[in-house]
């Protein structure tokens, strides 16, 4: 007996009672069903979705445009070291300001309702695995993908007030840890709202962005090499504008990383 009259159980009786509370820990884990699916999660996880619905992400696997980073099927790039798709070939419109851009999967069935839940609830876990998926993108990218520092695109200030919390922060925040590189989220700002229509257009998509950010005063940005992370990259408009508002600032280029992209067809109709 110890002094204070608490009994002090041996080494391997610990290990016996962290065990049991291991499994019950894991028991009661798997009361809770999938997010997605409903299916039972057996495995201590604190990502509330189970395995099958995660395999069922369907990654990028096929060519992309080595700027927008648009997966194009049956591409031949046999002739050339670089794809470039016609978008951006046809850059009459001006061509994107950032200077390039991978997503990790098609924003389709299953990843759709995983983006949602990080975005409407605040599931941190969720968050540090999509990091941990760009983190790989951006390694596998080489030399084109290093960078200087991490920047959340940002949410108008009245939305994050409300929401709590930025998405894109919480993937951004650990893949700069990840990269080993500075987070910044306080380099760019959103001074005008989304406007409150759910779904918008291709064309109002691009107005509504249309001279939304700035970076914040004091920012230092000349010279930085930006890497910009978002949920969701739909048809560039958003990252775009954050580009043009950090290059405009004196950075010497953005690039950026998405979960997912949404696929749109024939999008280079309309480019103006």
């Given at each position: 007996?110890?002094?204070?009259?608490?009994?002090?159980?041996?080494?391997?009786?610990?290990?016996?009672?962290?065990?049991?509370?291991?499994?019950?820990?894991?028991?009661?884990?798997?009361v809770d069903g999938c997010r997605?699916?409903?299916?039972?999660?057996?495995?201590?996880?604190?990502?509330?979705?189970?395995?099958?619905?995660?395999?069922?992400f369907r990654a990028i696997s096929d060519t992309v445009c080595d700027k927008c980073g648009r997966p194009i099927e049956g591409a031949d790039t046999s002739d050339a070291e670089a794809f470039v798709c016609p978008t951006c070939v046809n850059d009459e419109w001006g061509g994107y300001a950032f200077e390039?851009?991978?997503?990790?999967a098609i924003y389709e069935g299953v990843l759709v309702r995983a983006i949602l839940l990080l975005k409407f609830?605040?599931?941190?876990?969720?968050?540090?695995?999509?990091?941990?998926?760009?983190?790989?993108?951006?390694?596998?990218?080489?030399?084109?993908?290093?960078?200087?520092?991490?920047v959340p695109v940002p949410l108008h200030r009245q939305r994050e007030r409300e929401r709590g919390y930025n998405q894109a922060a919480l993937i951004a925040k650990p893949l700069a840890k990840l990269l080993g590189l500075p987070y910044k989220s306080v380099?760019?700002?959103?001074?005008?709202?989304?406007?409150?229509?759910?779904?918008?257009?291709?064309?109002?998509?691009?107005?509504?962005?249309?001279?939304?950010?700035?970076?914040?005063?004091?920012?230092?940005?000349?010279?930085?090499?930006?890497?910009?992370?978002?949920?969701?990259?739909?048809?560039?408009?958003?990252?775009?504008?954050?580009?043009?508002?950090?290059?405009?600032?004196?950075?010497?280029?953005?690039?950026?990383?998405?979960?997912?992209r949404a696929v749109l067809k024939n999008a280079a109709e309309h480019l103006r």
């Open positions: 007996m110890r002094p204070g009259g608490l009994l002090r159980a041996s080494p391997p009786a610990a290990r016996s009672i962290g065990g049991w509370l291991g499994n019950v820990r894991a028991a009661l884990l798997s997605i699916c409903e299916q039972l999660l057996t495995e201590a996880t604190r990502i509330p979705i189970c395995n099958d619905c995660l395999a069922s390039r851009v991978r997503s990790w609830e605040n599931i941190d876990p969720l968050g540090k695995l999509f990091a941990r998926w760009l983190a790989q993108l951006a390694m596998d990218g080489g030399p084109a993908f290093q960078a200087d520092v991490v380099l760019l700002t959103r001074i005008r709202p989304r406007p409150d229509k759910h779904l918008l257009s291709y064309d109002e998509r691009w107005e509504s962005v249309r001279g939304a950010f700035a970076t914040r005063p004091g920012s230092q940005v000349d010279n930085l090499r930006v890497l910009l992370v978002d949920d969701v990259m739909t048809s560039g408009a958003t990252l775009d504008s954050c580009a043009k508002t950090l290059r405009e600032a004196g950075a010497r280029s953005v690039i950026g990383l998405t979960v997912a």
